[in-house]
């Protein structure tokens, strides 16, 4: 960050009285702009005990596989935000809606969330976002293809929990992968 969004002019980067980390702070109207963790909302939308993936049309991991998901936007909740996403990226309706997967990735600052639900009538289609979409059973899903380790990881919580029919909801944290090549 550069410049203010309330009064354009230069921000610099210190700790505010009473803060214990730096902030931007606008050098002319003394605005602390605070810069906190995204939500990232999503669904794993199911329809006869198979779930609708969807092939990204858009980096990053433009060609992979991946759950409806997507930040969220202001002024709405973490289940409308999955559904519109659901919406946006397969052009589906979704119902009973239930908080199912948690990820905190303190690493890049986000929050992933997922909920199960059910897809209206089995109906979808290819939003912009998307090259194409599909109701995968466990078998066809490519699993070699996902597009994120946490999509990964939810789709094969969710056949193991589903074979039993019982879907508690976890809460995990993605670590921060080694990177023997930096420094
Ligand atoms: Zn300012």
């Not at 995204?38 to 609708?52: K, M, S, T």
């Not at 969807?54 to 409308?80: S, V």
């Not at 997967?101 to 690493?107: E, I, L, N």
């Amino acid at each position: 960050m550069k410049f203010c969004t309330s009064c354009g002019n230069t921000v610099t980067l210190q700790i505010p009285a009473g803060d214990d980390r730096e902030r931007f702070v606008c050098t002319s109207c003394e605005q602390i702009h605070y810069t906190n963790p995204r939500v990232i909302v999503g669904c794993v939308p199911v329809y006869e005990g198979r779930v609708l993936m969807c092939k990204r049309a858009i980096e990053p991991r433009k060609n992979y596989w991946t759950l409806p998901a997507g930040f969220m936007e202001n002024g709405e909740t973490t289940p409308e935000g999955a559904a519109r996403e659901t919406w946006e990226e397969a052009r589906a309706r979704v119902s009973n809606l239930e908080l199912y997967r948690v990820f905190d990735v303190p690493s890049i600052s986000q929050v992933y969330m997922f909920y199960r639900c059910d897809l209206d009538d089995g109906r979808f289609g290819v939003g912009p976002e998307s090259l194409e979409t599909g109701l995968y059973s466990q078998a066809d899903i490519p699993w070699d293809e996902i597009a994120f380790p946490v999509v990964h990881q939810t789709l094969k919580q969710y056949f193991i929990d589903a074979s039993e029919s019982h879907f508690p909801v976890r809460v995990s944290t993605v670590e921060r992968r080694p990177r023997p090549n930096n420094t």
